[in-house]
């Protein structure tokens, strides 16, 4: 299975997001081509900020595996995961991330790797995808801007 592949079960996932009125983030962990978690962000679904689509596929592929240790696995995903997202990744000890697009206003995953003392240090790779997960995010947040302007007047 291709990388562009693997990005797509990750562009579904936020796809489903985007239609449930989450922010459109899709996550995908597959240890070689084996797919063993898919989540999407359910953040205001949960009523938990902590919600993200990483930290449930992570959470999801650990119990799955059995261990909280992904040493052998990847995570695909449609941005570029946050601080708490890219700490999630160190400590699972994911071999790879792989991310469509990129966070402009907090690069945390490069930020993060950046900083001496990590006890893990995955290989991050941004990588054109198979959806327009930029231009998603961006939709998304102009109908809710839109709508709240709606809403306030």
Known sequence: MTDSEKLMVACRQAAKAYKAGEIPIGA???????????????ISEQKDPT??????????????IGNERLTDCE???????CMMCSGAIIFAR??????????????AMRNLLM???HNHYPAIEQQAGPCRASL???RFFRERRRKRKLDSA
């Open 136 to 138: 998603l995010l961006s």
């Open 115 to 117: 900083l001496p003392g």
């Open 51 to 64: 919600a993200h689509a990483e930290l449930l596929a992570i959470r999801e592929a650990a119990g799955i």
């Open 75 to 81: 995570l695909f995903t449609t941005l570029e995961p």
């Open 28 to 42: 995908a962990v597959f240890c070689g081509d084996n797919l063993v978690a898919v989540a999407r962000n359910r």
């Open 94 to 107: 994911l071999k790879r991330v792989v991310y469509i697009a990129r966070d402009e206003k907090l690069p």
